[in-house]
């Protein structure tokens, strides 16, 4: 089992431009979460999938965020336009049907400069 | 919100001694769930305990939970410099809402 992926793992870019970050969750879970992590605010919850549909998106922050997920192997979390107070951890993390517990990615490492 | 809240922030022991962590969160919970992140990596689940569960135990690790306190402890025993890591808690909604919301973390430090 290769776990959640990540990609890419770090990514630097200017202000203004377009960031997707990808996730690929363990074959046969069910549901995704994007998380992103500040030393400031902690582990915030973004956004989370059942079965591909989005099912709470409170979290986004603001119309520049914006995640899909096509299908049960892949999502994105994309920023457009991306600005320095983006600069995070963002972490994806999948779950079984029926589990409880989650099981996160390594995590992209996101500078905007 | 129910987001749990850690205390202490931070934590530095000697190994060998035993480590306690905090949580405590503000709604109905399904269940609790404790995290580790080791520097630069994804977050690891370590244990679960219910809502109708009072005390879990893992290897070295003992969950407690008083609901009537909405209160959590993460006791490590007999800590190695392996488990310097930072410790999160997290909620279940009630009703099972599918959301996992994480308190801010102990950072632990276990010197050798």
């Known amino acids: 089992d290769a776990g959640v992926i990540q990609s890419p793992r770090h990514e630097v870019t200017e202000m203004g431009q377009e960031v997707t970050l990808r996730c690929k969750p363990i074959?046969?879970?069910?549901?995704l979460f994007w998380y992103r992590q500040t030393m400031m605010r902690g582990l915030e919850l973004l956004i989370y999938f059942n079965n591909n549909v989005p099912i709470d998106d409170s979290g986004m922050p603001e119309d520049r965020f914006s995640a899909k997920m096509p299908n049960a192997s892949f999502s994105t979390l994309k920023i457009q336009p991306s600005e320095p107070r983006d600069s995070a951890v963002y972490f994806c993390?999948?779950?079984?049907?029926?589990?409880?517990?989650?099981?996160f990615g390594s995590g992209t490492q996101l500078s905007v400069l | 919100s129910q987001q749990g809240e850690e205390d202490p922030q931070a934590l530095s022991i000697q190994e060998g001694e035993n480590a306690t962590m905090n949580c405590s969160y503000k709604?109905?919970?399904?269940?609790l769930q404790w995290y580790r992140q080791n520097s630069g990596r994804g977050l690891v689940h370590l244990i679960l305990?219910?809502?109708?569960?009072r005390e879990k135990h893992s290897g070295r690790l003992r969950v407690t939970l008083d609901t009537s306190k909405k209160s959590s402890s993460l006791l490590i025993t007999a800590s190695r410099a392996a488990d310097t890591a930072s410790y999160f808690c997290a909620t279940g909604g009630s009703g099972n809402t599918g959301k996992l919301i994480f308190g801010q973390g102990t950072t632990l430090q276990v010197k050798p």
């Open positions: 305990i219910r809502s109708n569960e």
């Open positions: 709604t109905s919970i399904n269940n």
């Open positions: 074959s046969g879970h069910n549901s």
């Open positions: 993390a999948s779950r079984g049907t029926g589990d409880e517990k989650l099981f």
